[in-house]
């Protein structure tokens, strides 16, 4: 899991990471169709699924759907752009370089 800049969210990433996973699963499983937010009282939560990748996007709940749906195509087109997803070992730390680009991209 890689974060971008942060509002003081304070997760657990590896939690986090199997609350998305288990949520896209079940959705899946289910046949409900593919999850792209779910919102909490003062968060809203944007998915964009690809083949490799769950981007996650948490926002304030006023902030546009719109804009960072976007944002979060763009971040997975150059994450998988970089990175060679279907020959992937497993190790994350592979990714660590990426961190700058993310950030880029969501200060745009």
Do not use: C
């Amino acid at each position: 899991m890689l974060e971008g800049k942060s509002n003081n969210i304070i997760v657990d990433s590896d939690l986090f990471s199997s609350l998305i996973s288990a949520i896209h699963s079940f959705t899946t499983a289910i046949q409900m169709g593919e999850l792209t937010s779910f919102t909490t009282h003062s968060k809203k939560i944007l998915l964009s699924v690809t083949d490799y990748l769950i981007i996650v996007l948490v926002m304030d709940s006023g902030d546009s759907s719109e804009k960072w749906l976007g944002t979060a195509y763009k971040i997975a087109h150059e994450f998988e752009s970089q990175f060679k997803l279907a020959n992937w070992n497993g190790n994350r730390s592979t990714f660590s370089g990426f961190e700058p680009k993310l950030n880029a991209i969501l200060n745009a």
